[in-house]
């Protein structure tokens, strides 16, 4: 079975940094895109990023360009997002999702996510 | 950017009868080396992750009920629900993967009347 477990999240000032972390199991890790997805509080979800399978390539939405950096450990079977000068709208609950390679692309499993509240 | 607009933004329907959610996209989403549309609807329960219904615009994933049915060619797509069950209250969004950035639509809540 298929498990995403997203930690890391919590209340961060604007201008701060943190890092989320995804735990996975019960698939081959390293050979699925993974993707961050984020969601507002009582807002539509947003793509935020993904990551090849051996890490070298990655893309992002405009918004979080220079700010994050998406990453992953093959060997730890564990995605990460490291945020850095955090704005009070990157508040969200994040998740962390594989991308199906027999789909073409769509994602097909979710973490349940974590909170992330940028506030002084 | 590929712009995803879902209409309704809500909609209530009797238990047992037809619900239907559009979404369109601002440009195609067919990819025309395998023919096919690179568009997939989710469901997501208050306090729940998104859950995968559709991908390719019309292949039901696995598990999933067969009252759930996705349409649709050139840039407008269409998810039906044949017969609203109660378990069925949810916000429904599509996605177009078919290029960077991944795109949703705004979501469309779907209730009972």
């Known amino acids: 079975e298929v498990q995403l477990v997203e930690s890391g999240g919590g209340l961060v000032q604007p201008g701060g940094s943190l890092r989320l972390s995804c735990a996975a199991s019960?698939?081959?890790?390293?050979?699925?895109?993974m993707t961050w997805v984020r969601q507002a509080p009582w807002k539509g979800l947003e793509w935020v990023a993904y990551?090849?399978?051996?890490?070298?390539?990655?893309y992002y939405v405009e918004s979080v360009k220079g700010r994050f950096t998406i990453s992953r450990d093959n060997a730890k079977n564990s995605l990460f997002l490291q945020m850095n000068t955090l704005r009070a709208e990157d508040t969200a609950v994040y998740y962390c999702?594989?991308?199906?390679?027999?789909?073409?692309?769509?994602?097909?499993?979710w973490g349940q996510g974590t909170l992330v509240t940028v506030s002084s | 950017d590929i712009v995803m607009t879902q209409s309704p933004d809500s909609l209530a329907v009797s238990l047992g009868e037809r619900a239907t959610i559009n979404c369109k996209s601002s440009q195609s989403i067919l990819y025309s080396s395998n023919n096919k549309y690179y568009l997939a609807w989710y469901q997501q329960k208050p306090g729940q992750p998104p859950k995968l219904l559709i991908y390719?615009?019309?292949i039901r994933e696995s598990g999933v009920p067969d009252r759930f049915s996705g349409s649709g060619s050139g840039t407008d797509f269409t998810l039906t629900i044949s017969s609203l069950q109660a378990e069925d209250v949810a916000v429904y969004y599509c996605?177009?993967?078919?290029?960077?950035?991944?795109?949703f639509g705004q979501g469309t809540k779907v209730g009972i009347k």
């Open positions: 990551i090849k399978p051996d890490g070298t390539e990655m």
């Open positions: 019960g698939f081959p890790f390293s050979s699925y895109w």
């Open positions: 999702a594989t991308i199906s390679g027999s789909y073409g692309g769509a994602f097909d499993n």
């Open positions: 390719w615009a019309s």
């Open positions: 996605l177009q993967y078919y290029d960077t950035p991944r795109t």
